[in-house]
């Protein structure tokens, strides 16, 4: 693969430069959904993890402590 082909292949302005592309047998629509999905569960596992060691260090009576004491 040459770099001009690449080049050609790779960087696109709109969705509708690619819209007859297919990755891996998807078109980008689905791949655009894919990502919105993907991003929603990381961030709700993100979000989770925040609240259960909150939830865990609340209940553990002990008070939070700094780094640095």
Partial sequence: MTLIFSHHFFIFTTNNDVQDLLIFG???DAW???VLIFFGLTSLAFVSVWLIGFVI???SGKSGKQPWE
């Fill in 32 to 34: 655009l959904i894919y």
């Fill in 57 to 59: 260090e609340s209940q």
């Fill in 26 to 28: 998807h078109d980008i």
